[in-house]
């Protein structure tokens, strides 16, 4: 299957600093990447739709200034969490959508805000 | 509203038992469903079901869909302890996102 990195894999800061998560799909090109957050137990929950050279689509109760996300090329989208707080410390996954309908997903950012 | 329901939340089974997953879904524009299988990190992609009746099979792990019934079943058989994982379903609609079910934790036993 398609292989998509994710980095960094784990993350600690201080509370109002400012988090970047790099997405990269490394053996295709993924014109479209979803960003999710999960929490421990729970399922996956859609933040936002990050379509290559346009602005994201972010679902209802998601913060745009909060989470910047960036598409900037076939390979490449980020999460920007700025002025992180506690309550945003969670699980970040990223997966790109391939041929057909298939998602792969990324292996995950463990963000913990201090 | 989308929505997708799995079932059972949690199992807990001993190794050589079959089990059976179960995911059903309320979906605007249904134009597939996934099956993943997540362990400490990321889903890895199980199967893909986008037409009804077909049975997809890989090794111990079958699935199918029924889109008159609106649901799915995942089959797992002679279960093993490296088989103890959240298995997730998710149905990606026609709104071009995946909604994704509260997922089914397995735990098999020794």
Known sequence: GAVVSQHPSRVICKSGTSVKIECRSLDFQATTMFWYRQFPKQSLMLMATSNEGSKATYEQGVEKDKFLINHASLTLSTLTVTSAHPEDSSFYICSARVWDDEQFFGPGTRLTVL | ?110
């Open chain 2, 1 to 110: 509203e989308d929505k997708v329901v799995q079932s059972p939340l949690s199992l807990v089974v001993h190794e050589g038992d079959t089990v059976t997953l179960n995911c059903s879904y309320e979906v605007t524009n249904f134009r597939s469903l996934l099956w993943y299988k997540q362990e400490k990190k990321a889903p890895t992609f199980l199967f893909m079901l986008t037409s009804s009746g077909i049975e997809k099979k890989s090794g111990r792990l079958s699935s199918i869909l029924d889109k008159k019934e609106l649901f799915s079943i995942l089959n797992i058989t002679a279960t093993q302890t490296g088989d103890s994982a959240v298995y997730l379903c998710a149905v990606y609609s026609g709104t071009y996102k995946y909604i994704f079910g509260t997922g089914t934790r397995l735990k098999v036993l020794a």
